[in-house]
């Protein structure tokens, strides 16, 4: 099943599946622990929404999209950008959180619609982190 569908009748961005996935987040220990600090806030305020999605977009692309990343497991890092930290919150740091937590297999590229519904999950966390 696609994380972002429930039934074949939701699509990506659809922000209930998105909400449940974040509340379900909310209850590991480790993906709880990731917090934006001031310093990262105002860069998210500095840069906007839209370039802080491009920038999530690429991250996904370059490090996370291909069906076996360099470095898997590794490839994020833990800090130095709101994205990094928001992935780690957001289990979409490597494949294995990416199956484990989104029901998206290991061992193929992603599509477009995958990368959008990652991009969508880390931005809502974003979101949640600035207000």
């Not at 977009?57 to 990094?84: E, K, L, S």
Request: charged share 25%; with cysteine.
């Amino acid at each position: 099943m696609k994380p972002y569908k429930e039934h074949g009748k939701h699509t990506v961005g659809d922000a209930r599946i998105i909400g449940e996935k974040l509340e379900a987040l909310k209850r590991s220990s480790f993906r709880a622990r990731f917090r934006l600090r001031t310093p990262d806030i105002g860069y998210v305020t500095s840069r906007g929404m839209e370039t802080i999605r491009n920038h999530a977009v690429d991250f996904i692309t370059a490090r996370i999209a291909p069906a076996n990343p360099a470095n898997d497991g590794r490839q994020t890092p833990m800090r130095n950008h709101p994205v990094f930290i928001a992935q780690h919150a957001t289990a979409t740091c490597c494949r294995g959180c990416l199956e484990k937590w989104h029901n998206i297999p290991k061992g193929r590229a992603l599509n477009d619609e995958e990368i959008g519904y990652i991009a969508d999950v880390i931005m809502a966390w974003i979101r949640a982190q600035t207000e």
